[in-house]
């Protein structure tokens, strides 16, 4: 029997929590959750699951940590350590809301408007860099100019979920594909990049496309979306595209 850890957080690491649950109990050894206030913390307090085998990210030590054939990060926001990547016999799998080697680190959903690029999910092995590792499983999500930067984080999340659930019994078989990425290809973005975006300059010219693909990119209520500033107030630009039917 396989042993994994998961490390879960939001909405993808409950939804993948309560597929294995009870189903694949057995082959859980440890849940790893953010804080008390987590959803998945949460949900793990109303069902039938043995408290000790819950551990807290900032609380963990090495100790705590029983070796397993797999550690999945499901939705996971923090790096992890190289002391934790070895209690993994056989890696670490994280979920990644992007179509790989495409916007690999963060703001993927902004990203991926402003570039143009395929879009989609990804399941990759954890490697040294960030979300450089090798592929093994991807589904393809199919984009429009309704979409904006909320909407794409939606279709990611919903078909992370899917992913895992489809995939989860063949990872465990080891009955798929390492596929390297080409990192000669795609694109990486770190959160600082996202700023210099934000601000519309009302003298600037814009390619029409490219202003709108800001603006729908950045539309994610209740984040701040575009600005720009006249007589000293500042204005903010959320905007909504509508396919007419002719």
């Known amino acids: 029997m396989n042993k994994i850890a998961l490390f879960a957080d939001g909405r993808v690491g409950l939804e993948c929590v309560k597929?294995?649950?009870p189903k694949y109990i057995d082959d859980i050894s440890y849940i790893v959750v953010t804080n008390k206030k987590s959803i998945v913390y949460q949900n793990l307090q109303k069902i039938f699951f043995d408290k000790k085998r819950i551990l807290f990210n900032q609380n963990i030590?090495?100790?705590?940590?029983?070796?397993?054939?797999?550690?999945?990060?499901?939705?996971?926001p923090h790096l992890i350590k190289e002391s934790v990547i070895k209690t993994a016999k056989n890696g670490v799998i994280?979920?990644?809301?992007?179509l790989l080697p495409?916007?690999?680190?963060?703001?993927?959903n902004f990203w991926n408007l402003i570039e143009d690029v395929p879009?989609?999910?990804?399941?990759?092995?954890v490697s040294h860099g960030i979300d450089d590792g090798d592929i093994i499983f991807q589904k393809e999500i199919s984009k429009t100019w309704e979409?904006?930067?909320?909407?794409l984080y939606c279709k990611a999340q919903s078909e992370m979920i899917k992913l895992f659930k489809r995939r989860y019994i063949k990872i465990l078989k080891s009955d798929f594909f390492r596929k390297t990425q080409d990192l000669t290809k795609g694109?990486?973005?770190?959160?600082?990049?996202?700023?210099?975006?934000?601000?519309?300059?009302?003298?600037?010219?814009y390619l029409a496309k490219d202003f709108l693909n800001?603006?729908?990119?950045?539309?994610?209520?209740?984040?701040?979306?575009?600005?720009?500033?006249?007589?000293n107030c500042k204005y903010e630009i959320q905007i909504k595209i509508k396919k007419v039917k002719e």
Do not use: M
Not at 94 to 98: A, D, F, I, R
Not at 102 to 108: F, I, L, M, T, V
Not at 147 to 151: I, L, M, Q
Not at 193 to 205: A, G, V, W
């Open 19 to 21: 597929f294995l649950l």
């Open 61 to 76: 030590v090495n100790s705590q940590l029983e070796s397993v054939d797999y550690i999945f990060l499901l939705w996971w």
């Open 94 to 98: 994280n979920t990644h809301p992007s």
């Open 102 to 108: 495409y916007n690999r680190g963060k703001n993927y």
């Open 119 to 125: 879009f989609g999910v990804s399941l990759h092995f």
């Open 147 to 151: 979409d904006n930067g909320e909407s």
């Open 187 to 205: 694109s990486y973005h770190n959160s600082k990049e996202l700023e210099p975006y934000s601000e519309i300059f009302l003298d600037k010219r």
């Open 214 to 231: 800001v603006l729908r990119a950045k539309t994610f209520p209740p984040y701040e979306g575009c600005y720009f500033y006249e007589d």
